[in-house]
């Protein structure tokens, strides 16, 4: 499968945005990951519709929104029209999930499920097919800049041997806490989609993301 990189725009500065996306883009990433956070779901309020409407015509990059909100089903039609590609609900935020999967593919975009860190894997195994994408989080979601939780790989290991049981070639994108450092054991325990936000955005853009590309392309 393909490795992508998704640098998540948390991490960026807003003053420069559409500079910092630009060079992540040309530097090889292939998504943008956009996390959306309400204040109930998650402790922290981040970002909506409008930003994802101001960026959407700056980049080709894949639109990878992840909704950390409560009953995101709310929601869906609107950020499928201000141009994601993917949106992404948490399994745990949700009352009737298969309905909010079916409302995500009725705007003709890609379904993510994720799971916070504290959800076992298996509370997958119902929708195995029907999302494009799974997100395993390595942090507690709500805040940029925490520690990778080691356990996190094994959930990894986990989720990538439920699919290949089933004969399933799916996405599992990871969110939290990698860097250059240990994103090469995030893809050798299964993983294909690498969110970081702190690993890009700070320091050098460009060259961070390029040192994330190699080693992503190194275990293609």
């Known amino acids: 499968m393909q490795n992508i990189l998704a ?3 948390l991490s960026a500065d807003f003053k420069v945005l559409g500079d910092q996306i630009r060079q992540t883009e040309e530097a090889g990433a292939g998504y943008i990951h956009f996390d959306v956070m309400d204040g109930i779901f ?3 309020i ?3 519709m409008p930003v994802l409407s101001s960026i959407r015509g700056l980049t080709g990059q894949v639109m990878d929104v992840h909704l950390m909100v409560t009953e995101p089903v709310r929601y869906v039609k609107q950020f499928a029209e201000c141009g994601a590609d993917i949106i992404t609900v948490h399994f745990e935020a949700c009352e009737d999930l298969g309905a909010t999967l079916e409302a995500i593919h009725a705007c003709g975009v890609k379904a993510g499920i994720s799971i916070k860190p504290g959800t076992p894997v298996e509370s997958l195994v119902p929708y195995l097919e029907q999302a494009e994408m799974f997100l395993i989080m390595s942090v507690e979601p709500g805040f940029g800049g925490q520690a990778f939780i080691p356990e996190s790989l094994e ?3 986990t989720l990538r041997d439920m699919l290949e049981e089933k004969g399933i070639e799916k996405d599992i994108e990871v969110d939290g806490g990698i860097y ?3 994103v090469a054991e995030v893809l050798k325990a299964g993983a294909n989609v690498i969110v970081s936000g702190s690993g890009v955005y700070k320091g050098d ?9 190699e080693i992503l ?3 293609e």
Request: hydrophobic share 30%.
């Open 7 to 9: 640098p998540s725009i």
């Open 42 to 44: 998650v402790p922290s």
């Open 46 to 48: 981040s970002f909506g």
């Open 155 to 157: 959930r990894i290991r």
């Open 180 to 182: 250059h450092s240990n």
């Open 205 to 213: 853009i460009r060259e961070n993301t390029t040192g994330f590309m």
């Open 217 to 219: 392309k190194a275990y």
